[in-house]
């Protein structure tokens, strides 16, 4: 998330520091979160459908079973996830994580709480503190083009599919580059059942043919993940309590458990001898029961009330 200056740190919202000549912008303990609402434009959008193109949700779930991946990053990051029980420690498993997968950084921030306008008060990065202070002196936010896609829509975009034909854009995502944000970034737009909208983002200096196995390679993982830093975010800052969820039939748990593992819904269905119609039928109801926009999100929400493991 190149274009949202957080660095690392987290906090409540100071409004004694809010600048009265920037609007725009609320105070965080140690940092400073950005407040700004845009309305997508067509070619968000059209962006946005371009990458789904090539994300189907079969060819991303096709993965090795759960026994063969004990190991896998995103197993390791769901189970440092797991231990995390305050701000200072998703601090730390943020960072590890980052490390992990080898990003350069990796960003999570709220743009907008449940049911409150205009508050982005919790954030979680490794970005550098410089790059924060050079952004809010300068008021980027008027010309960051990554705070919009929270209003967007669901699926990764990669920062290459950006806008940036104006000046400003480009010389904005120089000035990034000079604090070494990352040359390639994508971003995952994420949706709470409350209204509540975040973003959590990768960075990578790979060489772009490097970056885009390494993008392919973890989308899967980064989908689920994004959900999860989410939902464990908005717990350890007290913003949500756990447990509000309808609770899954074991067949709709079964279903979710399996795709997860990484079976598509017609090996789901020939493991469990059932039509696949069936398994798509148990995998929306455990969907709307979680109220999850997506399948990943059901999946990550499933994980962290701990009713699967992913």
Same mark, same amino acid.
């Given at each position: 998330?190149?274009?949202?200056p957080?660095?690392?740190?987290?906090?409540?919202?100071?409004?004694e520091?809010?600048?009265?000549?920037?609007?725009?912008?609320?105070?965080?303990?140690?940092?400073?979160?950005?407040?700004?609402?845009?309305?997508?434009?067509?070619?968000?959008?059209?962006?946005? *459908?371009?990458?789904?193109?090539?994300?189907?949700?079969?060819?991303?779930?096709? @993965?090795?079973?759960?026994?063969?991946?004990?190991?896998?990053?995103?197993?390791?990051?769901l189970?440092?996830?797991?231990?995390?029980?305050?701000? /200072?420690?998703?601090?730390?498993?943020?960072?590890?994580?980052?490390?992990h997968?080898?990003?350069?950084?990796? /960003?999570?921030?709220?743009?907008?709480?449940?049911?409150?306008?205009?508050? =982005?008060?919790?954030?979680?990065?490794?970005?550098?503190?410089?790059?924060?202070?050079?952004? *809010?002196? @300068?008021?980027?936010?008027?010309?960051?083009?990554?705070?919009?896609?929270? &209003?967007?829509?669901?699926?990764?975009?990669?920062?290459?599919?950006? $806008?940036?034909?104006?000046?400003?854009?480009?010389?904005?995502?120089?000035?990034?580059?000079?604090?070494?944000?990352?040359?390639?970034?994508?971003?995952?737009?994420?949706?709470?059942?409350?209204?509540?909208?975040?973003?959590?983002?990768?960075?990578?200096?790979?060489?772009?043919? $490097?970056? @885009?196995?390494?993008?392919?390679?973890?989308?899967?993982?980064?989908?689920?993940?994004?959900?999860?830093? =989410?939902?464990?975010? *908005?717990?350890?800052?007290?913003?949500?309590?756990?447990?509000?969820?309808?609770?899954?039939?074991?067949?709709?748990?079964?279903?979710?458990?399996?795709?997860?593992?990484?079976?598509?819904?017609?090996?789901?269905?020939?493991?469990?001898?059932?039509?696949?119609?069936?398994? &798509?039928?148990?995998?929306?109801?455990?969907? @709307?029961?979680?109220d999850?926009?997506?399948?990943?999100?059901?999946?990550a929400?499933?994980?962290?009330?701990?009713?699967?493991?992913?």
């Amino acid at each position: 998330m190149r274009a949202i200056p957080t660095g690392q740190g987290y906090g409540s919202i100071s409004p004694e520091l809010v600048a009265p000549d920037r609007p725009y912008f609320q105070h965080v303990t140690g940092e400073a979160a950005i407040i700004h609402q845009k309305t997508p434009t067509h070619q968000a959008m059209w962006q946005i *459908l371009k990458f789904a193109e090539n994300s189907k949700p079969d060819m991303l779930l096709e @993965r090795k079973p759960m026994e063969d991946r004990q190991h896998s990053p995103l197993s390791w990051s769901l189970t440092m996830l797991r231990k995390v029980g305050s701000s /200072a420690e998703l601090n730390v498993a943020v960072a590890d994580i980052r490390d992990h997968y080898q990003f350069a950084h990796l /960003a999570f921030l709220v743009v907008r709480l449940a049911n409150q306008a205009d508050a =982005h008060p919790f954030y979680c990065t490794t970005y550098p503190e410089e790059w924060t202070s050079f952004y *809010l002196d @300068r008021n980027y936010f008027e010309i960051d083009p990554v705070i919009e896609l929270s &209003r967007t829509g669901f699926l990764p975009v990669d920062w290459s599919n950006l $806008d940036r034909r104006s000046v400003r854009t480009r010389g904005f995502f120089k000035e990034a580059a000079s604090f070494d944000i990352g040359r390639h970034g994508l971003t995952v737009p994420i949706r709470g059942p409350g209204g509540e909208r975040s973003l959590f983002s990768v960075t990578s200096n790979l060489p772009r043919a $490097d970056w @885009r196995k390494l993008r392919t390679s973890s989308n899967h993982d980064l989908q689920i993940l994004s959900h999860y830093v =989410h939902e464990k975010a *908005l717990s350890v800052w007290g913003l949500r309590t756990s447990g509000g969820y309808r609770k899954l039939s074991g067949r709709e748990q079964e279903c979710l458990q399996l795709l997860a593992n990484g079976l598509v819904s017609k090996r789901i269905a020939a493991r469990l001898q059932i039509s696949e119609s069936a398994v &798509r039928l148990y995998l929306k109801l455990a969907k @709307r029961k979680l109220d999850a926009a997506t399948i990943y999100q059901a999946i990550a929400r499933a994980s962290f009330l701990e009713i699967i493991q992913a």
